[in-house]
């Protein structure tokens, strides 16, 4: 079974910092783009970044870039999303997806994980 697990979030206060980790298993890691999404209550799925398989190719949402930084260890079967400068409109649940190519569409996206809530208190 193809599983994505993500960990790492939690409670914080405005400005601060969280490093979100996904851990990948049951794929061929290094062979699939992976993508960060992220849905707030009542809000539509949002994407956050998308990363290519060798870490060439990144892509960010309009309201994350500066702030969000997207990376993948392939030895590891692990991607990384560092946010910095938290704030609490980046109150939601984040999910990571694998993909045959980085995309910026939820629908291009084979596999997904549960997720990991991250608040952000003002």
């Known amino acids: 079974q193809v599983q994505l697990v993500a960990s790492g979030g939690g409670l914080v206060q405005a400005g601060g910092s969280l490093r979100l980790s996904c851990a990948a298993s049951g794929l061929v890691f290094s062979s699939y783009a992976m993508g960060w999404f992220r849905q707030a209550p009542g809000e539509e799925r949002e994407f956050v970044a998308a990363?290519?398989?060798?870490?060439?190719?990144?892509y960010y949402g309009d309201s994350m870039k500066g702030r969000f930084t997207i990376s993948r260890d392939n030895a590891k079967n692990t991607v990384y999303l560092q946010m910095n400068s938290l704030k609490p409109e980046d109150t939601a649940v984040y999910c990571c997806?694998?993909?045959?190519?980085?995309?910026?569409?939820?629908?291009?996206?084979?596999?997904w994980g549960q997720g990991t809530q991250v608040t952000v208190s003002s």
């Open positions: 990363i290519n398989w060798s870490g060439d190719y990144i």
């Open positions: 997806a694998a993909s045959n190519l980085p995309s910026r569409t939820k629908y291009e996206y084979h596999y």
